[in-house]
């Protein structure tokens, strides 16, 4: 299963009272692991950068200046995200700009139920409880001490780490089939587990061996319980 998390970095907070995306970060996941493959682009918003906004990422006039604006790289970022489920914290944030942004272009609208909430997810698992990323960071002991200020593309990766423990964490399997793997490449003998010495007695109670004898007769003889 393929899934992007992504963030946004804004001029404020109302994309109709005239507020543009500036930056996009995005990080692939396969399987609930990160790929390598990103997707990061900083953007001319066409507008002077708010200082309330400029507090927060930094990104100000003469840095953004030129960069390409959002009309010259919205199809690239829609090639890049496709069908696959997006991973934001409070996404209807960040869906609210880039629909607005897709809109401007003609291009067609992210689904809301495209959208995984991360914010959401934690709030439900952890009632009453903080739930901003850097809150989450603190709960999972995620670090996050290059995060003095926003930005998109390091926002995605530490929500990635964020995200995976919400839903239980890396499956615990991965690395045990990896070292597998890397044992047999390298010459390594497999292992696999051997007979008992003395089998398990069996849990079934006589009524339930004969109840399941019965069941079985009824299916006749391409039954599978009577194939060896």
């Known amino acids: 299963m393929r899934e992007v998390v992504l963030d946004t970095e804004t001029t404020g907070f109302d994309p109709q009272s005239g507020d543009r995306i500036v930056e996009i970060g995005a990080v692939e996941l396969m399987g609930h692991m990160a790929t390598g493959e990103t997707y990061h682009q900083y953007i001319n918003p066409e507008r002077a950068m708010p200082e309330e906004a400029f507090q927060v990422h930094g990104l100000g006039d003469d840095f953004l200046r030129d960069k390409p604006k959002f009309a010259e790289v919205g199809r690239a970022f829609l090639d890049f995200i496709g069908d696959a489920k997006l991973v934001i914290h409070n996404a209807a944030f ?135």
């Open 94 to 228: 960040d869906i609210k700009f880039l629909n607005a942004e897709l809109k401007w272009m003609g291009l067609p609208q992210i689904p809301w139920e495209q959208a995984i909430d991360t914010l959401e997810i934690a709030r439900k698992r952890f009632p009453g409880s903080p739930a901003s990323l850097d809150a989450l960071c603190r709960r999972f002991n995620i670090d996050n001490s290059s995060r003095t200020l926003h930005g998109a593309l390091l926002d995605s990766e530490i929500l990635a780490e964020v995200y995976l423990e919400l839903i239980g964490g890396r499956q615990p399997d991965f690395g045990l089939s990896t070292a597998s793997q890397n044992a047999v490449a390298s010459g390594g003998v497999e292992w696999t587990p051997r007979p008992r010495a003395k089998p398990l007695v069996s849990r079934l109670t006589e009524k339930e061996a004969a109840a399941h004898a019965e069941f079985v007769a009824k299916l006749g003889s391409d039954a599978l319980w009577l194939k060896g």
